[in-house]
C-alpha cells in the first residue's frame, strides 16, 4: 500500500462542521512549504491515530504527560518524513509496540484539528495541525507503553469520551464509533 500524499489527502478531506472547517482552512497553506513539518515554526503539521480493535469496539488511549490528557498515539515527523500516514503509523507502533497497525477501514484522513500546545523548558507555546487517522491492531493484548510515563488504556468508545478532556478526541471518538458500528 502507498501512504497518500499530503495534499491528496487534504484535498480529498471533507469538513465536518465550522471548527473543522477553519482548521482545515489553516493547515491548507502549509502544504508544500518547506517547513510544513518542522517543530520551530509556530504552527506545523503533526500525524495521530485513534488506535482501534474492531472486533470489540474499544480504542487505545495514551497518557501524555505535556498536555496532561489522556489523548490518541502521534506525534511530529522525522527529518526526511512527509507522510501523514506513515508518520501515525510509526508513532503509533514507537508508542505502543503494536506491530500489526494498518490503516482502518482505509487510508483517508479522519479528522483535522489545530491543537494548542502549551510552552516547555525547551520549546515556546505553538499549535499543531494535526492530521488524524484510525489505525486497527488485531493483538490488543500486546500494547506496551513505550516508557512509565506513558501508559496505555484499552476503553470503550464511551470510557474514552469520558476519560479524555479533550473536546477535539471526543469528536474524533464520535467518528470512530460512526466507523465501528
Known sequence: MQSPPLARLLDDHRPQGPVETADHARALPLVGAPDAWDRATPLHFTASALIVHPPTRRVL?????????WLQV?????PGESLPLEIALREGREETH?????????????HVVVVPVPANAVEPAH???DLRFLLATDTPDEARPENPDAP?????LEEARERT???NLRETLDRAARLLA
Open 74 to 78: 502521534g506525534g511530529h515527523g522525522d
Open 127 to 129: 499549535e499543531h495541525a
Open 165 to 167: 478532556t479533550e473536546e
Open 98 to 110: 503494536l506491530t500489526d497497525l494498518r490503516p482502518w477501514p482505509g487510508d483517508e484522513l479522519v
Open 152 to 156: 496505555l488504556e484499552w476503553l470503550t
Open 61 to 69: 488511549l495514551r497518557w501524555h504527560v505535556r498536555q496532561q490528557a
